[in-house]
């Protein structure tokens, strides 16, 4: 298999500049170093405590067999003629399963 398929089906929010993943790190490192560390000169102390490159605000797992009960439970919800507002978006925009099921490899597999 090549490169560019993940091998986990995780979707990372990866917004890396985001405020409140920065602003969380940020106050990780404060609040667990001294003074004195920081005051040393060591500019790379920071990476003891937090990852930098692991900052994500989000993280889901979804799996194929999530997304194949998500398009099931909308199916139940669009014959009883039910309303949701969390899956209204999805009922009108995939209206086969095949679509449902590219949309997710794409978001989950792909990369």
Not at 65 to 92: G, H, P, V
Request: proline share 1%; charged share 30%.
């Amino acid at each position: 298999m090549s490169r560019s398929y993940r091998k986990n089906p995780i979707i990372k929010d990866n917004k890396r500049g985001s405020k409140t993943a920065k602003a969380h790190a940020n106050r990780c490192f404060r609040r667990s170093t001294s003074k004195l560390e920081v005051h040393a000169g060591k500019s790379a102390v920071h990476r003891r405590y937090t990852e930098s490159w692991n900052i994500h605000d989000y993280v889901s797992r979804w799996t194929r067999s999530k997304a194949e009960k998500e398009w099931e439970y909308m199916q139940f919800l669009k014959k009883n003629n039910i309303t949701s507002y969390k899956y209204s978006y999805f009922m009108n925009k995939f209206k086969t399963k095949d679509s449902f099921m590219y949309y997710w490899a794409k978001c989950a597999i792909r990369k």
